[in-house]
C-alpha cells in the first residue's frame, strides 16, 4: 500500500511538472511575440518614400478630449429626444474624425487640446519605428477603443489629408486609408510610438 501511494505521489509530481513548464513554454512564447526589434534597416530615403510619408509636408501629434460641441449639431446629442443614448468614451472622437475622413476640409485646429508639429528627427525616429521594428508576428489590438491621440498628415497645401487615430489604452489604432498602417506586428509597438508622444510633449491620452 505504501509503494502504491508513493507511486501515486510520483505521478501527481510529475504531472505539476509538466503544467509548469507548459505555463513556462506559453508564458515565454507571449513574451517572445509582444517584443519589438529591429527587423529591417531601411534608409530614411527609403521610408520617406511609403505613403503618406511623401506626400506629407509636415506630420502633427495631437490630442483630442470628447466634447460635443466640436461635431455638427445635427451630430449632437445633448438635448435631443430622452430616448437617445449619449456618446461612450471615445465615440466623440470616432464620430468627428469619421466626418474628416470624408471631408478633411473639415478640420478646425482649435478642436485639438494638444499639437506637435513632428522636426525632421522626429519623423525619422517615426518612421523608422513602424518600417524597421517589429517582429513578423501579427497582434491584434485589445477589443476596447477609446481614442484620445493622433498622427496627421498635411499636404504641401498645408491641407490635411490622412490621420492615424489611436488608443494607446487599448492597444488598437485606424487609419483614415487602407494604403497605410502602423505594420503593428508586435504588441509593444504602439508602447513605443506612446514614448514618442510623451517625448513630444503630448498629455492627454499619455499621461493622463
Known amino acids: 500500500m505504501f509503494t502504491f501511494f508513493k507511486i501515486i505521489l510520483m505521478i501527481f509530481r510529475i504531472l505539476v511538472t509538466f503544467c509548469l513548464l507548459i505555463s513556462f513554454v506559453n508564458a515565454s512564447a507571449q513574451d517572445e511575440e509582444s517584443q519589438c526589434v529591429r527587423i529591417n534597416n531601411f534608409s530614411i530615403e527609403e521610408r520617406n518614400q511609403n505613403y503618406p510619408f511623401n506626400k506629407a509636408r509636415r506630420i502633427v501629434f495631437s490630442s483630442f478630449q470628447g466634447d460635443e460641441n466640436k461635431l455638427p449639431k445635427n451630430k449632437r446629442k445633448k438635448g435631443y429626444d430622452e ?71 498635411f499636404d504641401d497645401n498645408d491641407k490635411l489629408f490622412e490621420f492615424i487615430e489611436i488608443c494607446f489604452e487599448c492597444n488598437n489604432y485606424r487609419t483614415s486609408s487602407e494604403k497605410m498602417n502602423l505594420n503593428n506586428n508586435c504588441a509593444e509597438k504602439l508602447n513605443l510610438l506612446k514614448e514618442q508622444f510623451a517625448k513630444a510633449g503630448i498629455k492627454y491620452g499619455i499621461i493622463n
Open 83 to 153: 430616448g437617445t443614448a449619449p456618446y461612450v468614451a471615445g465615440e466623440i472622437m470616432q464620430t468627428y474624425f469619421d466626418i474628416l475622413k470624408k471631408r478633411p476640409s473639415k478640420y478646425n485646429p482649435e478642436h485639438f487640446e494638444e499639437k506637435v508639429e513632428l522636426s525632421e528627427n522626429q519623423k525619422n525616429q517615426l518612421t523608422d519605428l513602424i518600417f524597421n521594428v517589429g517582429n513578423n508576428i501579427y497582434v491584434s489590438g485589445a477589443k476596447c477603443y477609446m481614442p484620445r491621440n493622433a498622427i496627421l498628415f
